[in-house]
């Protein structure tokens, strides 16, 4: 079975920290994607990669960054942590074509 | 930008009874998934249905694709208490691999 990892469940950070939130895959899947999953608002993209060290903005991209030096690794990091940023965030993987997407199990993130 | 949206915003039906969910979307698509979320997990893929289907079964679920109307809809028949959770449509969009997500529809069963 495909699976995709996220470091923490649950995470509670202070404002004007930098966080990061880790994803790993053990599928050797090309593409990875960040959402983030608000009351009302759906999932948004925030950030995707297709290859390693590639990486894409997605529709919210102010505030986070990212990062794939390995293959089976993406991660999210917030550069100074805001409380806007408090949601629910879901790591997915697909393979190269169009396939379905993989997910983690989020991390559901409060800033305070 | 969220391609698709589903409809209704939720839905509460008693066991052993059908639930139909819609989607709408509004570009051309290479194909559309639903998947499911449990509360506060991940979410999980249920269905793949491609551009050139109109049709898809897969044990209790069914899935049509209207691709005139922009449209698919998610069928569970029979339904159970362990099938209350979040359902969202995903659409592909022709020459991409990005999953856009709808809100999602929320699905209570009482037992």
């Known amino acids: 079975d495909v699976k995709v990892t996220q470091s923490s469940r649950y995470l509670v950070k202070r404002t004007g920290e930098k966080v990061f939130l880790e994803c790993v895959q053990d599928m050797d899947h090309e593409n990875m994607f960040w959402y983030r999953q608000d009351p009302g608002l759906g999932l948004r993209l925030i950030y995707f990669s297709y290859d390693v060290k590639m990486k894409e903005k997605g529709d919210i991209p102010e505030g986070y960054s990212v990062s794939r030096e390995k293959k089976e690794r993406f991660s999210l990091i917030l550069e100074s942590a805001s409380t806007n940023q408090t949601s629910m965030y879901l790591c997915a993987s697909s393979s190269a074509g169009v396939t379905e997407a993989f997910f983690g199990q989020g991390t559901r993130l409060t800033v305070v | 930008s969220q391609q698709g949206e589903e409809d209704p915003q939720a839905l509460s039906i008693q066991e052993g009874e059908n639930a139909t969910m819609n989607c709408s979307y509004k570009?051309?698509?290479?194909?559309l998934q639903w998947y499911r979320q449990n509360s506060g997990r991940g979410l999980v893929h249920l269905i793949l249905?491609?551009?050139?289907?109109r049709e898809k079964h897969s044990g209790r679920l069914r899935v049509t694709l209207d691709t005139s109307k922009k449209s698919s809809s998610l069928l569970i028949t029979a339904s159970r208490a362990a099938d209350t959770a979040s359902y969202f449509c995903a659409t592909i969009p022709g020459g991409s691999y990005i999953p856009t997500f709808g809100r999602g529809t929320s699905l209570i069963v009482h037992p």
């Open positions: 570009t051309s698509i290479n194909n």
């Open positions: 249905i491609r551009s050139n289907e």
